[in-house]
Nanobody, 128 residues
């Protein structure tokens, strides 16, 4: 199995920055993609950003383009989400997810159904 751990959440003011980290361990040799999702109260879980493991192709929600950057370290099985120019609308629980069985090949990268292993979540709060 794959274990996923996030870190880096916290409280920041509007316009501030945070850097989230995600570490995957276990059977990661077949890892296809890692993604960051977020869920706010009363809202559906939505993709923030995703990255394919081999090619490093990235995907971003329209709401974060130009502000967030996803990256990965293949050797360390880690991914990072650099979040700049944060807004109160970014307040949510953020989850790192891993596709270790190539499900995203069928589902695409935007839906949570493409990811089989999830972290526990980390809270991001942006105050006005």
């Amino acid at each position: 199995q794959v274990q996923v751990v996030e870190s880096g959440g916290g409280l920041v003011q509007t316009g501030g920055s945070l850097r989230l980290s995600c570490a995957a361990s276990g059977r990661t040799f077949g890892m296809n993609a890692m993604g960051w999702f977020r869920q706010a109260p009363g809202k559906e879980r939505e993709l923030v950003a995703a990255i394919t493991w081999s090619a490093g192709s990235t995907f971003y929600a329209d709401s974060v383009k130009g502000r967030f950057t996803i990256s990965r370290d293949i050797a360390k099985n880690t991914a990072q989400l650099q979040m700049n120019s944060l807004k109160p609308e970014d307040t949510a629980d953020y989850y790192c997810a891993v596709d270790s069985v190539s499900r995203t090949v069928v589902t695409g990268y935007r839906t949570p159904r493409g990811y089989d292993s999830w972290g526990q979540g980390t809270q991001v709060t942006v105050s006005s």
